[in-house]
């Protein structure tokens, strides 16, 4: 089966600090999405993103947060200034088009730890 | 808005115990309805989806779920947990149209020998 590849499963830093949560969609995909998990808690929609642009994100994805699709595989969530309460797995997902009967397939995760 | 309410927060079976977890959700129109598994490490792996049609959905590994509308249910099951089927199980609704999948908080299964 395919699959969405994120990297690095695990990222540390510091408080403050920028960092970039990479994804590699499936290659066919039109749609992509970010979600996170933070320890003990469900997992929340952050932003969906189609045709270069983000279609819709939820009232956590603040200005502190931005994706990209930089290069036409990858797709990136960066946080520019973390905080302590950014500490989570951050799950991207990508599916091929908007019929009901697709899937959206989910990465393995980063572990996002912000010290 | 849609939400998901998940009440068992774990659960443990022995092997070879059927399985049930609970799932009820609230969205206005028909929903579309998931349950994702997580092992430990890994991703969400999609175990059956609900869109319409028949209301008992066969997923992967052995698992099924019903969707009941008067109840605002869509339990999974399974007549014979493994060992192997200890996890987190998530559901899920979804919006349609872009699909922003709303989840539940989750119930961590633990099987015992």
Known sequence: EPEVTQTPSHQVTQMGQEVILRCVPISNHLYFYWYRQILGQKVEFL????????????????????????????????????????????????RQNQ??????????????SVL | AQSVTQPDIHITVSEGASLELRCNYSYGATPYLFWYVQSPGQGLQLLLKYFSGDTLVQGIKGFEAEFKRSQ????????????????????AVGSGGYQKVTFGTGTKLQVIP
């Open chain 2, 72 to 91: 605002s249910s869509f339990n999974l099951r399974k007549p014979s947990v493994h060992w192997s089927d200890a996890a987190e199980y998530f559901c």
């Open chain 1, 47 to 94: 932003v969906s993103f189609y045709n270069n642009e983000i279609s819709e994100k939820s009232e956590i994805f603040d200005d502190q947060f931005s994706v990209e699709r930089p290069d036409g595989s990858n797709f990136t969530l960066k946080i520019r200034s973390t905080k302590l309460e950014d500490s989570a797995m951050y799950f991207c997902a990508s």
């Open chain 1, 99 to 112: 019929g009901s009967g697709e899937k959206l397939f989910f990465g393995s995760g980063t572990q996002l």
